[in-house]
């Protein structure tokens, strides 16, 4: 595989990744503004962070889609927001994997 192939990929992993994320970032946004704490208040950063032990400022770059997570904050995130895995992960598909399985079926 040449330099320039390696590069093309992977700037197209990183334009995936990023996808990805905004996607994922978008279904957590949504997510949290629907849910309510056991007081009937509207999930803040703030108390989300204290559920999760997540940092708030991280989250807030979770849902704008900056930067991704690991799985285990997702699941943190997925259990304090008691919602289902296709809230958080729908439309969160990777265009790359999906081009590899067509040329593959070739």
Same mark, same amino acid.
Request: one cysteine or more; charged letters at 35%; glycine letters at 6%.
């Given at each position: 595989?040449?330099?320039?192939q ?11 990744d ?5 996607? +994922? ?5 949504? &997510?949290? +503004?629907?849910?309510? %704490?056991?007081?009937?208040?509207? &999930? %803040? ?6 559920? %999760? %032990? +997540? ?52």
């Amino acid at each position: 595989m040449s330099k320039s192939q390696n590069e093309e990929e992977y700037r197209d992993k990183v334009a995936d990744d990023r996808k990805i994320n905004v996607a +994922l970032g978008k279904n957590l946004h949504k &997510v949290r +503004l629907n849910v309510r %704490t056991p007081k009937g208040e509207t &999930v %803040t950063f703030e108390w989300l962070s204290q559920m %999760t %032990t +997540l940092r708030h400022v991280s989250i807030r770059r979770f849902e704008k889609g900056e930067t991704g997570m690991t799985v285990a904050s997702l699941v943190r995130l997925k259990d304090a927001l008691d919602c289902s895995w296709g809230d958080l992960l729908d439309g969160c598909e990777s265009g790359v994997v999906k081009e590899r399985k067509r040329i593959r079926r070739k």
